[in-house]
C-alpha cells in the first residue's frame, strides 16, 4: 500500500506565499510523474503542476510565474512553493504520485488533500 500526505496548507493573505510538501510513503519501487491539484468550492478539480522524474515540469496557465513545482526522489517528495497568491488559488491541494509497486504493478494515487485559503 502507498500513502500520500501533504502539508503546509493554512491561511495566507494576498500576496503572500505558502510552500507545499507531499510525500509518498510504502511499498514503493518507483515513482514517475508527481503533480499537484487543486479543487475549489463547486468546481471541479484541476491541473495545478505536474513534474517528471527527471525534473521537467508542466504548469497551468493560471499560475505560470507564480508557482514552482520541485521533487526530492530520494525523499519521494515533492513540492509547491506559491507565490504572489491570489483569492481565487483558494481552493483544497491533492498530491498525486503515479507509483511502480513492487509485484503490483503501476498505480496512480492521491492524496487527502491540504486547504489554502487566501484572504485578507
Known amino acids: 500500500q502507498v500513502q500520500l500526505v501533504e502539508s503546509g496548507g493554512g491561511l495566507v493573505q494576498p500576496g503572500g506565499s505558502l510552500r507545499l510538501s507531499c510525500v509518498a510513503a510504502g511499498s514503493i519501487f518507483s515513482i514517475n510523474e508527481m503533480g499537484w491539484y487543486r479543487q475549489a468550492p463547486g468546481k471541479q478539480r484541476e491541473l495545478v503542476a505536474v513534474t517528471s522524474t527527471g525534473g521537467s515540469a508542466n504548469y497551468a496557465d493560471s499560475v505560470k510565474g507564480r508557482f514552482t513545482i520541485s521533487r526530492n526522489n530520494a525523499k519521494n517528495t515533492v513540492y509547491l512553493q506559491m507565490n504572489s497568491l491570489k483569492p481565487e488559488d483558494t481552493a483544497d491541494y491533492y498530491c498525486?504520485?503515479?507509483?511502480?509497486?513492487?509485484?503490483?504493478?503501476?498505480?496512480?494515487?492521491w492524496g487527502g488533500g491540504t486547504l489554502v485559503t487566501v484572504s485578507s
Open positions: 498525486r504520485a503515479d507509483v511502480q509497486v513492487p509485484l503490483r504493478g503501476r498505480n496512480t494515487y
